[in-house]
């Protein structure tokens, strides 16, 4: 049984509620930052290893420390609570379940950054969580955690949760901060970054929730013991929603030292694929990241057990790797197309594009309309080679990484399972008729997990 940091208390009833939260140990973090100071906080968080779970896996004290501190001019914390990449829901878990775990969170670092006023920018469509979050926000504010004067220390903080209005793109740092501004929510161009010049153009740290939930372990137990946790780069415990074709589907707290093979067979997380069928692939981290051949997914090229970290996942590149991305786990069987998968992404990126830039507004929609061509069985070959081509002309010629986001699953699919979108050009037939042919599968290395 893996270590539990952020989900110990899942279970308790009332863990919602302030005064039950506060008995289990809940606030015991801010009362011991507010005695260590915001220097001192920085520097837990630095020794943690802990690093951004929103996606990119940026190491939390690095950016915090890059945070700009002009004399008399605000700096703002916003907490990314946008979670809208399919496959993704652990932020949602956290905040309906834990409020105080989060709200702990953003009181300590607000203080360690120096924010008096910090928001919740959450996803529209998470319209009952703003609830809960608001009733947890004037418990701690009754409880004297939030307001003026925190614990004494004259420091005043206020959190305020801002809904957004049902948009990706918003889950984009600067999107996320035009949006909180009331804008459109466009990604702006990189640099200046928000440590310097973010929110109404003053320095600003945008964090994930699950990032700064997880400072909350860090207070309590010392950076130094959160980062014997895990392994190598990947410190402490993170956050997997899994789902697709598992018995088990939900969120998994995992300390990063277990293998992709015992997450999905092990009776502690993801309990195998129903009705004994074969595995097929994966998509190891949310929707924009490469799926993976259960092949590559269990062992990576070099022929070693991947593991459920960071590197592991990543290890071999995008030509055999993926990413950790934002923990959103989810698994294909045997029956599953590849082609009608990717089919539905592209149409979900398309749909999503801000469409400031072209090779992402218009290569979306390509990449959209081919695909859909080839999973109704009315492509041809050189389709795929139009599809590899376009794909590669939005990666990295973007202002913001949905580009990438939108190409990668493509590209994967293509590389991985080529002879499956073949299939479909030569067996127009049965593509209309929704057979889907070829199966790619893998039994598990060692099935004995669990
Ligand atoms: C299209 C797109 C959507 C994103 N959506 C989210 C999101 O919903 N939640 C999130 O925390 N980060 C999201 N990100 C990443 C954020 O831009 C940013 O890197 C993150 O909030 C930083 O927090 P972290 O350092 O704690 O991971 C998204 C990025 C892109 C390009
Ligand atoms: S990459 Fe796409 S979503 Fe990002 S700024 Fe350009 S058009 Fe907008």
Not at 80 to 102: C, I, Q, W
Not at 234 to 247: D, E, F, P, V
Request: with cysteine; net charge negative; glycine share 12%.
């Amino acid at each position: 049984m893996g270590r539990k940091l952020l989900l110990e208390h899942e279970h308790v009833e009332g863990i919602r509620y302030y005064e039950t939260y506060r008995r289990n140990g809940g606030y015991a973090a801010v009362e011991k930052a507010f005695k260590m100071g915001p220097a001192d906080i920085v520097e837990e968080v630095k020794k943690s290893g802990l690093r951004g779970r929103g996606g990119a896996g940026f190491p939390t004290g690095m950016k915090w420390s890059f945070l700009a501190k002009p004399e008399g001019v605000p700096r703002y914390l916003v907490c990314n609570a946008d979670e809208s990449e399919p496959g993704t829901f652990k932020d949602r878990y956290l905040m309906e379940f834990l409020p105080h775990l989060l709200i702990e969170g953003l009181i300590i670092s607000s203080f360690a950054l120096g924010s008096n006023r910090t928001y919740i920018y959450i996803r529209g469509e998470y319209a009952w969580i703003v609830d809960i979050l608001e009733q947890a926000i004037a418990e701690a504010n009754q409880a004297g955690f939030l307001g003026k004067n925190i614990l004494g220390s004259g420091f005043d903080c206020q959190i305020y949760v801002q809904r957004g209005a049902g948009a990706y793109i918003c889950g984009e740092e600067t999107a996320l901060l035009e949006s909180l501004e009331g804008k459109r929510g466009n990604p702006r161009i990189k640099p200046p970054f928000p440590a310097i010049k973010g929110l109404y153009d003053c320095p600003t740290v945008v964090n994930n929730v699950e990032t700064l939930a997880a400072v909350v372990p860090i207070i309590n137990i010392g950076g130094e013991e959160y980062a014997k946790i895990g392994v190598g780069k990947s410190t402490g415990t993170k956050l997997i929603s899994a789902c697709g074709n598992i018995n088990k589907p939900g969120i998994y707290e995992i300390d990063m030292t277990i293998s992709v093979e015992e997450f999905i067979y092990g009776e502690e997380y993801c309990g195998g694929i129903p009705k004994g069928k074969r595995l097929k692939a994966c998509i190891p981290g949310g929707s924009s990241v490469p799926i993976l051949p259960a092949n590559l997914l269990l062992k990576t090229a070099k022929g070693e057990q991947r593991m459920m970290t960071y590197e592991s996942l990543a290890d071999g590149g995008f030509p055999t790797g993926s990413m950790m991305g934002s923990g959103g786990f989810i698994v294909l069987d045997e029956d599953q197309c590849v082609v009608r998968h990717t089919y539905s992404l592209a149409r979900f990126y398309r749909h999503e594009s801000c469409g400031q830039c072209s090779p992402c507004r218009e290569g979306t929609g390509w990449m959209e309309k081919i695909l859909h061509k080839i999973e109704h069985g009315k492509g041809d070959m050189r389709d795929i080679d139009l599809l590899w081509d376009i794909q590669s002309k939005i990666e990295g010629n973007t202002i913001c990484p949905l580009g990438d986001a939108a190409a990668w699953p493509v590209a994967a699919a293509i590389r991985h399972f080529r002879d499956e979108f073949e299939w479909h050009v030569l067996n127009p037939e049965e593509s209309q008729k929704r057979n889907f042919g070829l199966a790619h599968y893998a039994d598990p290395i060692s099935v004995a997990v669990g």
